[in-house]
């Protein structure tokens, strides 16, 4: 069976510092890999998805970058965060197709003091 | 473009009342719909989707979902509420297929509580 993996679980990090969260997929090969915040109290906001090993789409542009080294492993980056990057951060996967759902992993609560 | 909208951001049932959460969808083309399930500091849980099969769609849980096409609706059920069914609840539309995205659009959210 299929599992993703996502961590740190929580994570606080002062502002201006850099950011690198990690997702990893088991038991399927070539997903479709999507990075969606949660900001509090508000619905989910997809940032990044990617396709394919170093394919990657930006949905809001902002100072977060994504990248995608190996085919399970997607990754979620900053240089300098800033107290506005605060949220719940969630990666997701998918096989191709025009019907295929979307799977969470258990997300990363980033705070920035 | 679409786009989904959740009439009740907060709804409170006493345990054993029926639920019911609202969602409205607007999309250019025959959408799939979804309902996912967060519970507090938790990942995502699919509920039940539609996919342009049968309107009633029977999910997780006891939950189910009707599709009307002619309302636009996508509403979510379930006969008996349990405590354990207090989260929060997100109606989510796929995107659109010719864009080779295949990402959601997620609704605001509806905070399900559960009186005992």
């Known amino acids: 069976s299929q599992t993703i993996h996502q961590w740190p679980a929580t994570l606080v990090q002062p502002v201006g510092s850099p950011l690198s969260l990690e997702c990893t997929v088991e038991?399927?090969?070539?997903?479709?890999l999507y990075w969606y915040r949660q900001a509090a109290g508000r619905g989910l906001q997809l940032l990044f998805y990617s396709v394919g090993i170093g394919q990657i789409s930006s949905e809001v542009p902002q100072n977060l970058s994504a990248s995608r080294p190996q085919d399970r492993q997607f990754i979620l980056s900053s240089k300098k965060l800033l107290l506005s990057d605060s949220g719940f951060y969630l990666c997701?996967?998918?096989?191709?197709?025009?019907?295929?759902?979307?799977?969470f992993g258990p997300g990363t609560r980033l705070t920035v003091t | 473009a679409q786009s989904v909208t959740q009439l009740d951001s907060h709804v409170s049932v006493s345990e054993g009342t029926p639920v019911l959460l609202r969602c409205n969808y607007s999309s250019s083309y025959s959408p799939s719909l979804f309902w996912y399930v967060q519970h507090p500091n938790k990942g995502l849980q699919l509920l039940l989707k539609?996919?342009?099969?049968?309107?009633l769609v029977k999910g997780i849980n006891g939950f189910e979902a009707e599709f009307k096409k002619s309302e636009t609706s996508f509403h979510l059920t379930k006969p008996s509420a349990h405590m354990s069914d207090a989260a929060e609840y997100f109606c989510v539309v796929r995107g659109a297929l010719n864009t080779g995205r295949r990402a959601l659009t997620f609704g605001s959210g509806t905070r399900l509580q559960v009186q005992p």
């Open positions: 539609y996919t342009s099969a049968a309107t």
């Open positions: 997701a996967w998918s096989v191709k197709g025009p019907r295929a759902e979307q799977y």
């Open positions: 038991g399927t090969s070539n997903p479709n």
